[in-house]
């Protein structure tokens, strides 16, 4: 194989690669299986990653528990009370704030395209 040809085709592998990783997500985060995500969906599996990750029980989440999901600016438009914690409401409201940037077209769904925009891992880190 030529070394041109190589590179194309690894490119190829690479861009399908990424595209699976998306495609993934949605089957993990689409259990009535219709190839979308919608905000219910979404927000079911943003629940259980709000349980799964606080673990102390209390029902919030602090910036520690949010490090790897939501910057300090994330953590800060997302807590109206500015109690500096995000309870389960806050974020709820958080992934609908996620889910309508993720969704240009705004049909309410969210299509692998969209999960792979970068307004769509945004709200990938809050829910899975
Ligand atoms: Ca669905
Ligand atoms: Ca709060
Ligand atoms: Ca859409």
Known sequence: MKITNFFAAAAVALAMASTNVYADALTALDPDKDGTVDLKEAQAAGSKVFAAIDPDKDGTLDAKELADRLDAAGLK??????????????????????????????????????LGSDAGKALLKLIQ
């Not at 500015?82 to 309508?100: H, V």
Request: overall charge negative; proline content about 5%.
């Open 77 to 114: 438009s997302g807590d109206p009370d500015a109690d500096g914690t995000i309870d389960a409401k806050e974020y709820d409201a958080l992934i609908a704030a996620k889910f309508k940037a993720a969704d240009p077209d705004s049909d309410g769904t969210l299509d692998a395209k969209e």
